[in-house]
């Protein structure tokens, strides 16, 4: 099996764990190529969550996901502050929770995700997870995406074992500067 980057590394993951009418959150909407990934994989009866802070990341994202038969939520809110728009019903039963971090791409590279934000959001992540459930992140490594990096290492390898595995995954290889991917998954 070849992965061909970090995306289509964690679209594998997804694939694999997001059954058919399962819950499931992107906290980073972009442009919404992983909110129609995951709103294929819940179908009919499942439901997406998507977030974003950029307008017009949920237009993009909107017409991307016109087409689908999932019940797609599309919030211009902080995804530290996910929790609040979950509905009670839903906390504990989230199967997957995908992070790509940075900025827009094609857009304002000021308007980015930043390290304080991001442990608070990956914190509020973990308590919405379904037994099994996951939570990937991309984390590139820009100047602030470097802040990012070490802040999620040092966040998950706090996380005690019995509850979760934590790992991290790097294309070395790979030319440039190949972002990072973590992956949690939440022990049954
Ligand atoms: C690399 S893009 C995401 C790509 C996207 N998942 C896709 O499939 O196209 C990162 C996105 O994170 C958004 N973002 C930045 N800070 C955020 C925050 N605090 N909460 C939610 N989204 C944020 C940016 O506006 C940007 O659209």
Same mark, same amino acid.
């Given at each position: 099996m070849i992965f061909e980057n970090a995306v289509t590394f964690v679209h594998r993951i997804l694939r694999d764990v997001i059954p #058919?009418?399962?819950? !499931?959150?992107?906290?980073? @909407? +972009?442009?919404?190529?992983?909110? %129609?990934? @995951?709103? =294929?994989?819940?179908? /009919? +009866? =499942?439901?997406?969550? =998507?977030?974003?802070? #950029? #307008?017009? %990341?949920?237009?993009?994202?909107?017409?991307?996901?016109? /087409?689908?038969?999932?019940?797609?939520?599309?919030?211009?809110?902080? $995804? /530290?502050? @996910? %929790?609040? $728009?979950?509905? *009670? /019903? $839903? $906390? =504990?039963?989230?199967? %997957? !929770?995908?992070?790509?971090?940075?900025?827009? *791409? +094609?857009g304002d590279k000021d308007v980015t995700t930043h390290a304080e934000t991001t442990r608070r959001a990956i914190e509020a992540a973990r308590t919405l997870l379904a037994p099994g459930g996951v939570i990937t992140i991309v984390c590139y490594r820009h100047a602030e995406g470097q802040k990012e990096l070490e802040t999620i290492r040092s966040l998950l390898a706090t996380w005690p074992q019995d509850a979760t595995a934590c790992t991290e995954t790097m294309f070395l290889n790979q030319v440039g500067n190949p972002p990072v991917v973590f992956v949690v998954v939440a022990r049954s």
């Amino acid at each position: 099996m070849i992965f061909e980057n970090a995306v289509t590394f964690v679209h594998r993951i997804l694939r694999d764990v997001i059954p #058919q009418r399962s819950v !499931v959150i992107d906290a980073t @909407m +972009g442009n919404g190529w992983d909110t %129609a990934l @995951m709103a =294929g994989l819940v179908g /009919e +009866g =499942g439901i997406v969550y =998507g977030f974003d802070i #950029q #307008q017009v %990341a949920l237009e993009v994202t909107s017409t991307r996901i016109s /087409e689908t038969s999932a019940d797609v939520r599309l919030l211009l809110c902080s $995804h /530290e502050e @996910m %929790a609040l $728009h979950i509905e *009670p /019903e $839903h $906390h =504990g039963k989230v199967c %997957a !929770v995908t992070f790509n971090l940075g900025y827009l *791409p +094609g857009g304002d590279k000021d308007v980015t995700t930043h390290a304080e934000t991001t442990r608070r959001a990956i914190e509020a992540a973990r308590t919405l997870l379904a037994p099994g459930g996951v939570i990937t992140i991309v984390c590139y490594r820009h100047a602030e995406g470097q802040k990012e990096l070490e802040t999620i290492r040092s966040l998950l390898a706090t996380w005690p074992q019995d509850a979760t595995a934590c790992t991290e995954t790097m294309f070395l290889n790979q030319v440039g500067n190949p972002p990072v991917v973590f992956v949690v998954v939440a022990r049954s």
